[in-house]
């Protein structure tokens, strides 16, 4: 009952979404026709767009992981905004600077993004341990913090003086990820956030480490009396929350870029807090989540540049999605009437 | 040694402490909003998302209806919207605040520029919106005294707004009946509950009054002195408040020092953008400075906790 309840309960939230996009592309389109085909066909129409779904999927299963870990471990941490800005500003200085073979550019390149991310997200579990401090009041602030460092690093450093926008010179051909599928942008990323994925699965749910996330997540009460320490919870989820989150930073680099051009820091961690939610924390649903974002996200692109509704229509559908999934009492009169039909059907 | 001239000659302009001021300004408003909020026990998230869809609804409205003054309303009552929104999910729906918080960001930094797109064309400015400003007030009297007449005459209306609101504030919570029974439903809502206060109720008003405050600091800073809006133009001053309102621990007098500290590093900043620091790292100053001074207050508090403790288990001996 509660698992189908649940899964009603998600897609009258999502029916609400699709239904609060239509109603606005209906109001401010003259063409509504074309941008709500395109919106939620688009991806459809063509292989490369189709899986260009899955690339852009990338980042976000990456920063749907971050923070679905540290959801779980029952912290509000957003730093992995920070550690993926600066994963892919490490990715910039050692594609650009250092030379390698194929094959061991990417691997040390990684390793050293996720490291990054690994202590940049320490910072504010640190903080709260041992000055208690807010994780969140924190992670909001350094966010600022390391956007500006990288900004500094790349135009310091590794800027392209002819390239007129902001940009870094251009990255070593070793150090990017290859095109699994030729006419497509699909690359090995992908594999590599599956392979997190399951890595993460297999953290969170069949080690010892996991169980105390979970125990302190759900229960921090019992977690302190049954000896688990919260402390060192805290600051390792922490860790390897924002090693995956600069892994992702990485990889999105190597995979899809061959300068470093991010002016703005982009929104993945903020779209890592709808993908843990739609996945409820659990990283084997986090692709599925994150195909579906990515998705819309191909969708409203699609539909920006063939219509005249513009893409920021998925920041709409995301928070509409984002109140109700997360909305406990959303639909609980229902719920309550059909048990009161059922206990009276019952009784009759 | 270049650095520190730079920052002492700062230091001695009177027109740097006005700045300072200007800089606190939208910073203060929130921070007296999220204090309001959070002494009902609710933490406000959406503040950074109110205060962008408030300065939006602000030049708007002042460009179509050619009026300072209802552009300012539009922008106050939609910040009342906004966090009416939050309260009916957060306590109508039971969500959790910091989550629906975060939607409501989201929602309206891609909600202002969707809409920004559909009355101009434009995605970065609504610099072809003939948006209009709230006027300065220069003070008689006071702006003849030599320095002070500089840095405390001649500023915007809402500068004073703010300052007055501290006090405002400050009253509210210590002498009112609304500001008593906010702080007993923040501290204990089962109590306030028993003694016949409607938790939700107050919690409400609260969130609403969050929301005026931040629709305030809102267009301050889209018909202060600019009178536009870019996109993302808030740069995080909703998420400053947070931290400057956990400083003042529910003093709205600290929370004004906390938004003055803001003020002071960021009007720093844009004094020694000339200097011979690196632009990115005086940008980072006031959100590093932010970080530093609330992390040192939570530490004390917890010092002081601890003592606390240590006193009354002596006493029991």
């Known amino acids: 009952m509660s698992k189908k309840f649940t899964a009603i309960r998600l897609l009258c939230a999502f029916a609400i979404a699709i239904a609060i996009s239509v109603i606005i592309i209906l109001l401010v389109s003259e063409e509504p026709g074309t941008a709500i085909f395109n919106l939620f066909l688009g991806p459809l129409q063509s292989k490369r767009h189709f899986f260009e779904v899955f690339s852009s999927s990338v980042p976000l299963i990456f920063t749907g992981l971050a923070l679905g870990l540290v959801f779980k471990s029952g912290n509000f941490s957003m730093i992995s905004d920070a550690c993926l800005y600066t994963g892919g500003v490490v990715t910039a200085a050692l594609a650009i600077e250092v030379a390698l073979p194929y094959g061991v550019h990417p691997i040390v390149i990684m390793i050293a993004a996720a490291v990054t991310g690994g202590i940049i997200g320490s910072i504010p579990a640190l903080l709260k341990v041992y000055f208690h401090t807010n994780e969140l009041v924190t992670s909001l602030m350094l966010n600022y913090v390391f956007y500006y460092l990288g900004i500094y690093t790349i135009t310091k450093f590794l800027a392209d003086r002819e390239a007129g926008a902001f940009a870094s010179r251009k990255y070593a051909e070793t150090a990017s990820l290859p095109v699994l599928l030729d006419r497509t942008n699909f690359h090995l990323g992908y594999l590599i956030a599956i392979g997190v994925v399951i890595v993460l699965y297999l953290l969170v749910f069949k080690t010892r480490f996991g169980y105390e996330i979970r125990v302190a997540g759900s229960n921090p009460q019992f977690a302190k009396y049954s000896g688990i320490n919260t402390a060192k919870v805290i600051i390792l989820t922490q860790v390897v929350a924002g090693a995956v989150a600069g892994l992702g930073g990485s990889v999105e680099q190597m995979g899809m870029y061959q300068r470093f051009n991010w002016q703005d820091s982009p929104s993945y961690a903020w779209d890592g807090v709808i993908i843990a939610i739609l996945s409820g924390n659990n990283p084997k649903m986090v692709p599925f989540a994150a195909f579906f974002l990515a998705y819309i996200r191909v969708g409203a692109d699609l539909m920006s540049r063939r219509s005249d509704v513009q893409n920021e229509l998925v920041s709409i559908i995301q928070a509409v999605l984002i109140l109700f999934v997360t909305a406990e009492r959303f639909m609980s009169g229902w719920k309550q009437r059909r048990e009161a039909k059922k206990a009276l059907g019952g009784e009759v | ?317």
Not at chain 2, 105 to 116: D, E, K, M, Q, R
Not at chain 2, 166 to 171: D, G, N, Q, T
Request: some cysteine; hydrophobic content about 50%.
């Open chain 2, 1 to 317: 040694m270049d650095v520190l001239q730079d920052i002492l000659r700062t230091l001695s302009l009177p027109d740097f402490y006005f700045a300072m001021f200007r800089s606190a300004t939208p910073v203060l408003l929130t921070t007296l909003g999220a204090m309001v909020a959070s002494r009902s026990g609710t933490n406000n998230i959406a503040l950074e998302g109110t205060m962008l869809i408030s300065a939006f609804v602000g030049v708007a409205v002042s460009a179509f209806t050619q009026s300072a003054l209802i552009g300012f309303l539009g922008a106050v009552f939609s910040g009342f919207v906004v966090s009416s929104i939050l309260a009916y999910f957060v306590l109508k729906l039971n969500s959790n605040s910091v989550i629906s918080g975060i939607a409501l960001n989201t929602f309206a930094s891609g909600a202002t520029i969707f809409v920004l797109y559909l009355l101009t064309g434009e995605k970065g400015a609504s610099t072809s919106l003939p948006s209009l400003t709230l006027p300065s007030i220069t003070i008689p009297l006071v702006k003849d005294i030599p320095v002070i007449g500089t840095i405390l005459s001649g500023h915007h209306i809402l500068t004073y707004a703010g300052l007055i609101l501290v006090v405002v504030i400050w009253y509210m919570f210590k002498y009112t009946r609304l500001g008593m029974h906010i702080r007993a439903v923040g501290e204990s809502p089962d109590a306030a509950e028993s003694v016949g206060i409607s938790v939700k109720k107050v919690k409400y008003i609260a969130l609403s009054i969050s929301g005026i405050l931040t629709g305030m600091a809102g267009a301050f800073l889209s018909m202060g002195y600019v009178s536009l809006f870019s996109s993302g133009m808030t740069a995080g001053r909703g998420y400053i408040a947070l931290a400057t309102q956990a400083i003042a621990a529910g003093n709205a007098v600290v929370g004004m020092l906390a938004s003055l500290l803001f003020g002071f590093c960021q009007s720093m900043a844009n004094y020694l953008q000339s200097s011979s620091i690196p632009l990115q790292f005086i940008q980072l100053m006031p959100y590093l400075i932010i970080v530093i001074a609330y992390t040192i207050y939570c530490f004390a508090m917890e010092q002081r906790k601890k003592k606390k403790q240590f006193r009354e288990a002596d006493k029991k001996k």
